[in-house]
């Protein structure tokens, strides 16, 4: 059986001062819903921009497929 690493995709979104926080909302809910995303961070600055960190589990399978055997002659 082969081992599975699990490892981050961290992907950080900025969102205006201008944006509203109903539509910031469904944007990350779409991101979640469809895209397996989850909310890793939030950041809101006092001139009212937000950032954002989510992250979502990257799988990496280690091959199984046996390399390097000697030729039978």
Known sequence: MS???SHWEIRE???G???IIND???ILTDLAEYGQWELHRTR???NG????W???KV???KSSIITGLPKIV
């Open 54 to 56: 989510i992250k979502r």
């Open 44 to 46: 809101i600055y006092p």
């Open 13 to 15: 979104i900025n969102f």
């Open 24 to 26: 910031t909302k469904d």
């Open 59 to 61: 799988l990496r399978v």
């Open 49 to 52: 921009q937000k950032r954002v």
């Open 3 to 5: 081992k599975v690493k």
């Open 17 to 19: 001062y201008h944006s």
